[in-house]
């Protein structure tokens, strides 16, 4: 058991990896220890091909112990089936795994704090392709500042964890709740996420397809 209480609703898997990757305790960050009701873990399977990575927990993930399970969540998810993928196929983490009070910005110092169990996971993962969803991870894991409604849907290699990874930017899913003219172009982003990772039945029939960029 965790300080997190339950495992996370929604079934990350009981495997002695997913164990691994879960962080019991932590106190490095004050305000975020006070803010949050629990840590909140990445989920999904821990040989995942394709991984996304959002900013932190809102008050449903906080809730409910799973990251992308509030608004946003459904945004995610709905792109995700237009995309022939299930959530079941992919992992999906955070650049910090507790509530920031009032849904601000993590800090930088609290995003560095984090950083480690996010390097962790993607080295465990090794995953094909991740997608970062909106600023703030795009920005964290390129460590460059990102225009992200201008770059979303680019492909470009970053050295994450050790290696070299192909990251596919994104705006956030919440984006196309504040701007309705922005779900289209998040739609086909994660369609590309699905095909260039080899995840959805696509057209490229479960091979990845990042040899050819
Ligand atoms: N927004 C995020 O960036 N992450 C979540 O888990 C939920 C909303």
Do not use: W
């Not at 795009?138 to 050295?159: C, F, M, N």
């Amino acid at each position: 058991m965790t300080e997190n209480g339950d495992a996370p609703a929604g079934g990350a898997s009981e495997s002695a990896l997913d164990e691994d990757l879960r962080v019991p305790s932590c106190e490095r960050c004050p305000a975020l220890v006070e803010s949050r009701s629990r840590i909140v873990d990445g989920v999904g399977p821990t040989d995942a091909d394709l991984l996304f990575v959002g900013e932190g927990p809102g008050a449903q993930e906080d809730e409910q112990g799973e990251p992308f399970v509030g608004r946003s969540g459904d945004v995610l998810d709905d792109a995700l089936r237009d995309a022939g993928l299930a959530r079941a196929d992919v992992r999906i983490t955070n650049c910090v795994r507790c509530r920031p009070p009032d849904n601000r910005d993590p800090t930088g110092e609290e995003l560095a704090n984090c950083r480690g169990h996010l390097e962790s996971e993607i080295h465990r993962l090794d995953p094909e392709l991740i997608v970062t969803l909106g600023k703030v991870p795009s920005e964290h894991l390129l460590d460059r500042s990102v225009a992200i409604t201008a770059e979303s849907g680019e492909v470009v290699d970053a050295r994450i964890a050790g290696a070299s990874r192909r990251v596919l930017l994104s705006v956030h899913p919440a984006a196309t709740l504040y701007d309705r003219s922005q779900r289209d172009g998040f739609f086909e982003t994660i369609a590309r996420a699905g095909e260039l990772s080899g995840t959805a039945g696509g057209e490229s029939g479960g091979q990845s397809r990042l040899g050819e960029f």
